[in-house]
């Protein structure tokens, strides 16, 4: 999967796919809700001052870009403990390689989700996936308008 990430002189970072049209923008330099200044241009980050380790590598390349998006818009609102459960989250998601377009990447993380909703998880995190995805959509990121239109 190749994906364009380009940071510009405004400080916002702007992802194009190959797979996709759609673009996404972010601020790559937020400031999570306790003070502490966030770089998401690096692979990992430390959540201070618990130390929480988020390790942007372990999450499929498609959906990296759109982890971090999530972390620089939550980090205001989200406790760090919050927070490393959604990259969690995020880790558990698959696409591979074997997807060739929008429509099947969006297929496969749809059967994904369905699975999760409908796994034995607390109705407190499967209302904070709703959350999240409601913001992808109002944020019309690529490859989740159907999850949520579907799921939820």
Same mark, same amino acid.
């Given at each position: 999967?190749?994906?364009?990430?380009?940071?510009?002189?405004?400080q916002?970072?702007?992802?194009?796919?190959?797979?996709?049209?759609?673009?996404?923008?972010?601020? =790559?330099?937020?400031?999570? /809700?306790?003070? /502490? =200044? #966030?770089?998401?241009?690096?692979?990992?980050?430390?959540?201070?001052?618990?130390?929480?380790?988020?390790?942007?590598?372990?999450?499929? =390349?498609?959906?990296?870009?759109?982890?971090?998006a999530?972390?620089?818009? +939550?980090?205001?609102?989200?406790?760090?403990?919050?927070?490393?459960?959604?990259?969690?989250?995020?880790?558990? #998601?698959?696409?591979?390689?074997? +997807?060739?377009?929008?429509?099947?990447?969006?297929?496969t993380?749809? /059967? /994904? !989700?369905?699975?999760?909703?409908?796994?034995?998880?607390?109705?407190?995190?499967?209302?904070? #996936?709703?959350?999240?995805?409601?913001? !992808?959509?109002?944020?019309?990121?690529?490859?989740?308008?159907?999850?949520?239109?579907?799921?939820?």
């Amino acid at each position: 999967m190749q994906y364009n990430v380009v940071l510009s002189d405004t400080q916002l970072t702007t992802v194009g796919f190959d797979k996709s049209d759609k673009e996404i923008v972010y601020d =790559p330099y937020p400031v999570s /809700q306790n003070g /502490q =200044p #966030l770089d998401l241009t690096k692979t990992k980050i430390h959540l201070l001052p618990e130390r929480i380790p988020i390790n942007f590598e372990l999450i499929d =390349p498609i959906l990296r870009e759109h982890a971090k998006a999530w972390i620089s818009f +939550a980090c205001k609102s989200y406790s760090n403990f919050s927070l490393m459960n959604h990259w969690k989250f995020f880790k558990k #998601l698959e696409v591979g390689d074997e +997807a060739k377009n929008e429509s099947e990447i969006e297929e496969t993380i749809e /059967q /994904q !989700f369905r699975e999760l909703m409908t796994s034995d998880i607390s109705a407190t995190t499967k209302s904070v #996936l709703r959350t999240m995805y409601s913001w !992808f959509v109002e944020e019309s990121f690529p490859f989740l308008m159907t999850i949520f239109l579907t799921c939820i």
